[in-house]
């Protein structure tokens, strides 16, 4: 039972398409994230959504969009595709508890096993 | 913003030696710090994290310090075993707010049987 579950694993694509990647966590999380991994391993995140809402936007091109229709939800949508834009891009959880109505701890991340994005 | 300093970027060790995995961060508001392993194929998993009022956390095999003065944290591994061979991540990040986490480039470890 895949706590955080990303489709799909692999993709090949042209130079110029258009491509969206789904994430699903059944943790109960009520934040999530896209990130970005490059050939070097290098892991830099991309967007994090708390509630349905944008809370972290990283210097990002407009190509990129997410969308988080639920709190258990986070796809990202990438027009135009090019070369760079190959890596693997992993989605993740955590859970962020509240003290006093102030945030007190973000929590562990979970990631979901990536997906392979080739842009030929 | 933080950055993570990482080192080194690749280890091999004898199986049954000690690992020791350095890193350093800039943003002294930074309080949390966790490591995850990633094998490959697989997303990284937390395996430990140590938070800035605690100096050594230890967890079996594994151990993490935190000199908050320096600006720096270990990762140590005892008796390693080829399944610890994998990339391990630092990271920091300020609990306190939205969580951005900043990783360092990674270590691959390599114990050789």
């Known amino acids: 039972d895949t706590a955080v579950s990303q489709t799909p694993k692999y993709l090949v694509t042209q130079m110029g398409n258009d491509k969206s990647i789904k994430c699903e966590q059944n943790l109960g999380h009520d934040t999530m994230y896209w990130y970005k991994q490059d050939s070097k391993k290098f892991l830099k995140i991309m967007f994090s959504y708390n509630n349905k809402e944008l809370i972290i936007n990283e210097t990002v091109p407009n190509r990129f969009s997410p969308k988080s229709p639920d709190k258990a939800h986070l796809n990202l949508h990438i027009n135009s595709l090019e070369l760079g834009d190959s890596a693997v891009y992993f989605c993740?959880?955590?859970?962020?508890?509240?003290?006093?109505?102030?945030?007190?701890?973000?929590?562990?991340?979970?990631f979901g096993e990536g997906s392979r994005l080739t842009v030929l | 913003g933080e950055n993570v300093e990482q080192h080194p970027s690749t280890l091999s060790v004898q199986e049954g030696d000690s690992a020791v995995i350095k890193c350093t961060y800039s943003d002294s508001a930074s309080n949390y710090f966790p490591w995850y392993k990633q094998e490959l194929g697989k997303g990284p998993q937390l395996i430990i994290d140590i938070r800035s009022n605690v100096g050594e956390k230890k967890d079996q095999r594994i151990a993490v310090t935190l000199n908050k003065t320096a600006k720096h944290f270990s990762l140590h591994i005892t008796e390693t075993q080829p399944e610890d061979s994998a990339v391990y991540f630092c990271?920091?990040?300020?609990?306190?707010?939205?969580?951005?986490?900043?990783f360092g480039i990674g270590t691959k470890l390599q114990v050789i049987p």
């Open positions: 993740a959880s955590s859970q962020l508890t509240f003290r006093d109505r102030v945030i007190a701890n973000t929590g562990e991340l979970f």
């Open positions: 990271a920091a990040s300020y609990s306190g707010g939205y969580q951005k986490v900043t």
